[in-house]
């Protein structure tokens, strides 16, 4: 194995753990630190147009491909990429932002770390 090959699948289990991160996220830490990431994320997205990390792993976004995209069709299914994409960028983390805040300030739920 190539030391580039190795950073790449560094990277790629780097982003799977902050994917998987951010699902649960809203509770295990505060909403005051997942709402700003969840933010910043978003932002990424808008001034980039793509998800920067995918480039440490060499995942081509043409065709509208995305991380989530790829996770699904290496397991075997086939989602609509467009869609997808859409959900993944603008709906998915608005949307883990207020599962965080609802969680804890409206059902008065402590996160488990901090």
């Not at 793509?50 to 290496?74: I, K, P």
């Not at 983390?93 to 488990?112: G, S």
């Amino acid at each position: 194995m190539t030391l580039s090959t190795l950073k790449s699948r560094l990277a790629f289990a780097f982003h799977l753990f902050v994917t998987l991160l951010a699902w649960v996220a809203p509770f295990l830490v505060s909403w005051k630190w997942s709402v700003p990431v969840y933010a910043a994320v978003m932002v990424q997205f808008a001034l980039f147009s793509r998800c920067l990390m995918n480039g440490q792993h060499a995942l081509d976004e043409s065709d509208h491909a995305t991380f989530y995209s790829y996770l699904f069709e290496s397991a075997g299914f086939r989602p609509d990429r467009r869609r997808l994409k859409f959900f993944v960028r603008k709906v998915s983390y608005p949307l883990l932002a207020t599962t965080a805040v609802v969680w804890q300030e409206v059902f008065h739920m402590e996160p488990l770390l901090f």
